[in-house]
């Protein structure tokens, strides 16, 4: 019986195939855009599965709503994932949306594993919002300046998003004497 190989994704290129397309792109501008998507898509389906951490293990006073607001949270960005998917398979390129090649190309750090407090988790999933926004606003640019308008466009979509949930997120920091 045949035993498939297994390879180390940290010495493997996860760039998949890439495609031809009637995409009035050139196939360099395609590829330089696509490798941005990609590591948006990384780092989207690291922030998911972060959402739903928090999601899982919340604990306190504010427990359901918190729940709640980590799963509506997760399925938005699932969505995202979904919308960074596809338009790098309309380029021309490979989707690699494993857990493992997420993992290792996300830009947002680890999530804590000791946390319960809905403060503690409202906290961690700020500061990872925070850096994706960032991601997401640096994205705009440079593909933007890469002349597809379209996926700049896809990108702004999203930010303004993110930038909404980040702002309900930090709603729950603000204390009392921060609005003095």
Not at 115 to 127: K, N, Y
Not at 138 to 159: F, H, M, V
């Given at each position: 019986m045949a035993t498939a190989q297994m390879t180390n994704p940290q010495n493997s290129q996860a760039k998949g195939r890439f495609y031809p397309t009637r995409i009035d792109l050139s196939v360099d501008i395609r590829q330089k855009v696509t490798e941005i998507l990609s590591q948006t898509l990384a780092t989207t389906l690291d922030l998911k599965t972060q959402a739903k951490q928090a999601h899982w293990n919340v604990k306190g006073l504010d427990f359901y709503q918190l729940h709640e607001l980590f799963d509506e949270m997760a399925g938005e960005l699932e969505g995202y994932v979904d919308m960074v998917a596809e338009r790098i398979t309309a380029l021309g390129g490979t989707a690699m949306g494993t857990a493992r090649i997420a993992a290792q190309g996300s830009?947002?750090?680890?999530?804590?594993?000791?946390?319960?407090?809905?403060?503690?988790?409202?906290?961690?999933?700020?500061?990872?919002?925070?850096?994706?926004?960032?991601?997401?606003?640096?994205?705009?640019?440079?593909?933007?300046?890469?002349?597809?308008?379209?996926?700049?466009?896809?990108?702004?979509?999203?930010?303004?998003?993110?930038d909404k949930r980040l702002w309900f997120l930090e709603a729950h920091l603000i204390k009392k004497s921060d609005l003095s």
């Open positions: 830009l947002i750090s680890e999530y804590p594993y000791d946390i319960v407090d809905g403060i503690e988790h409202i906290t961690a999933l700020a500061e990872r919002y925070a850096t994706y926004g960032s991601h997401l606003r640096s994205a705009i640019a440079k593909t933007d300046d890469l002349g597809d308008a379209d996926t700049a466009d896809l990108y702004t979509e999203i930010s303004r998003d993110i």
